[in-house]
């Protein structure tokens, strides 16, 4: 496991990475014998601020739970788009939704209870983006911005770390070549 925190968040722009790393995490902290039981799959998509509250009620009703037949439980809010600066986000009903969670991260999770929260975007001025930092394990996945002079050089990086880990290589104008063909897509 990566840390010693029971609280672990995916934010970012890079939708393939934040999915893929919470993804290994949640491998991780629920073994494969225990996927029935072990693992509480919450869908973190709000259509609007009524929708979000009742999701974050979920969690927190998910994370209250202890674990059927013992063992270690992990909840992952997955896709969460509330947390984002938007209408959604915005609304009085999520704020206190938030608001609620934030509280119950705050207390603490029972021994053996886990959290992963993904999603593309959370607001950095909020209150909840700095105590889940505080309380738990933030990673931020952001694309590179092509508006951006050299977000090139970064791109070819990635990808040739990325190709080293695979077992391979690319010669400068193969990786040149190839970031110009999949952009900030990494």
Same mark, same amino acid.
């Given at each position: !496991?990566?840390?010693?925190?029971?609280?672990?968040?995916?934010?970012?722009?890079?939708?393939?990475?934040?999915?893929?790393?919470?993804?290994?995490?949640?491998?991780?902290?629920?073994?494969?014998?225990?996927?029935?039981?072990?693992?509480?799959?919450?869908?973190?998509?709000?259509?609007?601020?009524?929708?979000?509250?009742?999701?974050?009620? %979920?969690?927190?009703?998910?994370?209250?739970?202890?674990?059927?037949?013992?063992?270690?439980?992990?909840?992952?809010?997955?896709?969460?788009? /509330? /947390?984002?600066?938007?209408?959604?986000?915005?609304?009085?009903?999520?704020?206190?939704?938030? %608001?609620?969670?934030? %509280?119950?991260?705050?207390?603490?999770?029972?021994?053996?209870?886990?959290?992963?929260?993904?999603? !593309?975007?959370?607001?950095?001025?909020?209150? /909840?983006?700095?105590?889940?930092?505080?309380?738990?394990?933030?990673?931020? /996945?952001?694309?590179?911005?092509?508006?951006?002079?050299?977000?090139?050089?970064?791109?070819?990086?990635?990808?040739?770390?990325?190709?080293?880990?695979?077992?391979?290589?690319?010669?400068?104008?193969?990786?040149?070549?190839?970031? !110009?063909?999949?952009?900030?897509?990494?």
């Amino acid at each position: !496991m990566a840390a010693k925190s029971q609280i672990f968040a995916f934010f970012g722009t890079d939708e393939a990475l934040v999915k893929e790393e919470a993804l290994k995490l949640s491998r991780q902290l629920t073994p494969e014998d225990n996927q029935d039981f072990g693992l509480d799959l919450i869908n973190g998509t709000a259509e609007t601020a009524d929708h979000a509250s009742s999701i974050v009620s %979920d969690t927190i009703a998910a994370l209250q739970t202890l674990p059927f037949l013992g063992g270690d439980k992990t909840v992952w809010l997955q896709g969460a788009n /509330f /947390f984002a600066d938007s209408v959604t986000g915005r609304a009085q009903a999520t704020v206190a939704a938030i %608001d609620r969670l934030a %509280d119950v991260l705050e207390a603490g999770l029972a021994p053996g209870v886990y959290l992963i929260i993904s999603g !593309m975007g959370i607001d950095k001025r909020r209150s /909840f983006y700095k105590k889940l930092g505080k309380v738990g394990k933030l990673n931020t /996945f952001d694309l590179p911005d092509p508006s951006r002079p050299g977000w090139e050089q970064e791109v070819m990086s990635l990808a040739d770390e990325r190709a080293g880990n695979l077992g391979f290589g690319f010669g400068q104008d193969a990786l040149e070549h190839f970031v !110009m063909l999949t952009g900030e897509n990494t």
